[in-house]
């Protein structure tokens, strides 16, 4: 049984470009939420999705949009990247009956210069 | 405004000691308090949960204990071994309304 995979894995941009992170849930999960995790914080919530649509958003600017597919793997995609953005980006997948219960994917070290 | 708070942010165990972590929470509306397990350079690996209305759960070598009138919640590591060795966060939601929230994390190593 796959658990959530992510990609890439490593990934180096630079200020103003754009990004796009890919996320394939665990099988069996419907939902899809990212997180961005700074070095030596905890992860902190972006957004959530659920039938191809946002369900819950964090404090995160516009900047930060994402998308679901039918077969529920997801985007996130960063617009006009800042130094800040760089972080580890986490996708965690879920099942609609039992949301709390979030498993993680290994992540994407994004690093923005 | 931090709605998890945890403490310590390092801890330093010896093997086979106790490792004890400790969070505190504001939102007594949060229903499931989940611990994860993070290893440099991997995503957070979800540990032990707990809800409400229980005041401890044990599972292995872990255990929450869990104390609703305070406000806190523990993770207690029992006979800790180096390959304990990592961060652990604290985490609560309120199922189906909020999303999970995050402790800063705590970075533990158990030396030999």
């Known amino acids: 049984d796959a658990g959530v995979t992510q990609s890439p894995t490593h990934l180096i941009k630079t200020r103003g470009q754009q990004v796009t992170l890919r996320c394939s849930p665990k099988?069996?999960?419907?939902?899809v939420s990212w997180y961005q995790q700074a070095l030596g914080q905890g992860p902190q919530f972006i957004f959530q999705?659920?039938?191809?649509?946002?369900?819950q958003r964090g404090n995160f600017p516009d900047r930060f949009s994402g998308h679901q597919f039918p077969n529920y793997s997801s985007e996130l995609n960063v617009n006009a990247l800042l130094l800040g953005d760089s972080a580890l980006y986490l996708c965690?997948?879920?099942?609609?009956?039992?949301?709390?219960?979030?498993?993680f994917g290994p992540g994407t070290r994004l690093l923005v210069l | 405004q931090q709605q998890v708070k945890q403490s310590p942010q390092s801890l330093i165990v010896q093997k086979g000691g106790i490792s004890i972590i400790n969070c505190a929470y504001e939102?007594?509306?949060?229903?499931?308090f989940p611990w994860y397990q993070q290893f440099p350079g991997k995503g957070p690996a979800l540990l032990i949960a707990?809800?409400?209305?229980?005041s401890e759960k044990k599972e292995g070598r872990f255990t929450i204990s869990f104390n609703k009138s305070a406000k806190q919640f523990s993770l207690h590591i029992m006979d800790s071994q180096p390959g304990d060795s990592a961060t652990y966060f604290c985490?609560?939601?309120?199922?189906?309304?909020?999303?999970?929230?995050f402790g800063k994390g705590t970075r533990l190593s158990v030396i030999a």
């Open positions: 965690a997948s879920s099942s609609g009956t039992l949301e709390e219960t979030q498993y």
């Open positions: 099988s069996g999960h419907d939902t």
């Open positions: 985490a609560a939601i309120v199922a189906g309304n909020t999303p999970l929230v």
């Open positions: 707990i809800r409400p209305d229980v």
């Open positions: 999705y659920y039938e191809e649509e946002e369900r």
């Open positions: 939102n007594t509306a949060f229903d499931y």
